[in-house]
Nanobody
Framework: QVQLVESGGGLVQAGGSLRLSCAASGSIAGINAMGWYRQIPGKQRELVATITRRGDTNYADSVKGRFTISRDNAKNTVYLQMNSLKPEDTAVYYC?????????WGRGTQVTVSS
C-alpha cells in the first residue's frame, strides 16, 4: 500500500500563488508516475499535471505556463507550484501515484481562488 498526504492548499486571491506538496509513504518502491488532479463538485476529476520518475512532465492545457510540477525522488514527494491563479482553478486537488498496475490517491486539499 502507498499512502499519499497532500498539503499546501488554501485561499488565495486571483493572480496569487500556492505550492502544493504530496508526500508518499509505505510501499514506495516501484512508484513511477505521480501527479495532481482536481475536482469540482458535480464534475469529473480532471488531470492537472503528471511527472514520471525520470522527470517527464505532462500538463493540462488550462494550466500550461502557470503551473509547474516537480518531484524529489529522495524525499518521495511531488510538488505543484501554481502561479497566476484564476477563480476557475478553485477545486479539491488530489495527489496520485502509480505503482505497477495500482493507482493510489490522497484525500485531497482544497484550493480556493477569490476574484
Amino acid at each position: 500500500q502507498v499512502q499519499l498526504v497532500e498539503s499546501g492548499g488554501g485561499l488565495v486571491q486571483a493572480g496569487g500563488s500556492l505550492r502544493l506538496s504530496c508526500a508518499a509513504s509505505g510501499s514506495i518502491a516501484g512508484i513511477n508516475a505521480m501527479g495532481w488532479y482536481r475536482q469540482i463538485p458535480g464534475k469529473q476529476r480532471e488531470l492537472v499535471a503528471t511527472i514520471t520518475r525520470r522527470g517527464d512532465t505532462n500538463y493540462a492545457d488550462s494550466v500550461k505556463g502557470r503551473f509547474t510540477i516537480s518531484r524529489d525522488n529522495a524525499k518521495n514527494t511531488v510538488y505543484l507550484q501554481m502561479n497566476s491563479l484564476k477563480p476557475e482553478d478553485t477545486a479539491v486537488y488530489y495527489c496520485n501515484a502509480g505503482r505497477f498496475s495500482q493507482q493510489y490517491w490522497g484525500r485531497g486539499t482544497q484550493v480556493t481562488v477569490s476574484s
